[in-house]
T-cell receptor
Framework: AQSVAQPEDQVNVAEGNPLTVKCTYSVSGNPYLFWYVQYPNRGLQFLLKYITGDNLVKGSYGFEAEFNKSQTSFHLKKPSALVSDSALYFCAVRDIGTYKYIFGTGTRLKVLA | EAGVTQFPSHSVIEKGQTVTLRCDPISGHDNLYWYRRVMGKEIKFLLHFVKESKQDESGMPNNRFLAERTGGTYSTLKVQPAELEDSGVYFC???????????????FGNGTRLTVT
C-alpha cells in the first residue's frame, strides 16, 4: 500500500533562516508526490509536485522540494523563512492505479520573528 | 474562476441526528473527492467521483455515510445517524480529469467542521 510519513509534528524556525519540512514515502512504481499548505480555517492549497524530471522542484511562495529516490524522501525547503509561512503543511502521494491521493499527518511550521 | 465551495462551514449536531454536507466543485472538474481529517491525524480519503460515477469508495467508514453526485455537478455527503467518532473536518476537492499525465493538482474547499455531541 502506498503511504507517506511526516515524522515531525511541528517545526520551529527563526525568520530569515532556511527551513525544511520532512516527508518520506512508500510506493510501488514511480511516485507522484505533492506538497500542500493549509492556513487557519482554509482549505489546502497546492504548493508543488514531482512527477518526473529534475529532482529539485520549484513551487509557489519560494518553496522547493527535493526528490530523493534512494532515500524515498521528498522534503520541502525554503532558503529564507517568513513569518507568513507559518501554517500546516501536508505531503501527499497519488495512487497510480486509483487516482486516490494519500496524505500524511501534517507538520505545523512556526516561523518566529 | 470560483473555487471549490463547501456548505456549511460548521455543523454541530447531536448523536443520532442526520447531517448533509454539500460541495460545489470548480466548474468543469470531473474529479471530485471527499476527505476527512480528525484532529491531529492524517487527511483520510473517503471517496472519489468521476462525473456522477463513484470511482472509488473504499474509504467510506460504514453504511451510515452516503455520498451522491447528481448530474456530475455538486456532491452531497450525508451522515445518518451521526456518531461521536464522525466529528472532524470534511474536505471536498476537485480536479480536471486526466489532463496531460493526469496529475492536475487537487483544489480544496475550506472544509466543513462537524461536531457530534
Amino acid at each position: 500500500a502506498q503511504s507517506v510519513a511526516q515524522p515531525e509534528d511541528q517545526v520551529n524556525v527563526a525568520e530569515g533562516n532556511p527551513l525544511t519540512v520532512k516527508c518520506t514515502y512508500s510506493v510501488s512504481g514511480n511516485p507522484y508526490l505533492f506538497w500542500y499548505v493549509q492556513y487557519p480555517n482554509r482549505g489546502l492549497q497546492f504548493l508543488l509536485k514531482y512527477i518526473t524530471g529534475d529532482n529539485l522542484v520549484k513551487g509557489s511562495y519560494g518553496f522547493e522540494a527535493e526528490f530523493n529516490k534512494s532515500q524515498t524522501s521528498f522534503h520541502l525547503k525554503k532558503p529564507s523563512a517568513l513569518v507568513s509561512d507559518s501554517a500546516l503543511y501536508f505531503c501527499a502521494v497519488r495512487d497510480i492505479g486509483t487516482y486516490k491521493y494519500i496524505f500524511g499527518t501534517g507538520t505545523r511550521l512556526k516561523v518566529l520573528a | 474562476e470560483a473555487g471549490v465551495t463547501q456548505f456549511p462551514s460548521h455543523s454541530v449536531i447531536e448523536k443520532g441526528q442526520t447531517v448533509t454536507l454539500r460541495c460545489d466543485p470548480i466548474s468543469g472538474h470531473d474529479n471530485l473527492y471527499w476527505y476527512r481529517r480528525v484532529m491531529g491525524k492524517e487527511i483520510k480519503f473517503l471517496l472519489h467521483f468521476v462525473k456522477e460515477s463513484k470511482q472509488d469508495e473504499s474509504g467510506m467508514p460504514n453504511n451510515r455515510f452516503l455520498a451522491e453526485r447528481t448530474g456530475g455537478t455538486y456532491s452531497t455527503l450525508k451522515v445518518q445517524p451521526a456518531e461521536l467518532e464522525d466529528s472532524g473536518v470534511y474536505f471536498c476537492a476537485s480536479s480536471q480529469f486526466r489532463t496531460g499525465t493526469g496529475n492536475s493538482p487537487l483544489h480544496f474547499g475550506n472544509g466543513t467542521r462537524l461536531t457530534v455531541t
